[in-house]
Nanobody, 123 residues
């Protein structure tokens, strides 16, 4: 199973980025997907998750309204639209495939991980 994240970069505060994560080697539509992030010197934390069908989503409080997770099961891809970015959003963002169908917030409930994509927000 491979997860390939892309779309990170450098953006000014208030700007937007759209992350993508393409999944191969697994029946994508059977599993929930999540996005997590890790800033330097901090633990990895939950950002957003989506159920197998896209019908249910889950967000960390600090990204509600600003970020939107979505998926395209025909393309085996999950997205994270990030708007109104803040310097504190700077981190490496990881996509992950859940062991189950729901939008899990729990790190250990995800069994496959992408390599991460760097997001840097300047003030």
């Amino acid at each position: 199973v491979q997860l390939q994240a892309s779309g990170g970069g450098l953006v000014q505060a208030g700007g937007s980025l759209r992350l993508s994560c393409a999944v191969s080697g697994r029946t994508f539509s059977r599993y929930g997907m999540g996005w997590f992030r890790q800033a330097p010197g901090k633990e990895r934390e939950f950002v957003a998750a989506i159920s197998w069908s896209g019908g249910s989503t889950n967000y960390a409080d600090f990204v509600k309204v600003r970020f939107t997770i979505s998926r395209d099961n025909a393309k085996n891809t999950v997205y994270l639209q990030m708007n109104s970015l803040k310097p504190e959003d700077t981190a490496v963002y990881y996509c992950a495939s859940s062991r189950g169908v729901g939008p899990s917030r729990i790190i250990y409930e995800h069994d496959y991980w992408g390599q991460g994509t760097q997001v840097t927000v300047s003030s």
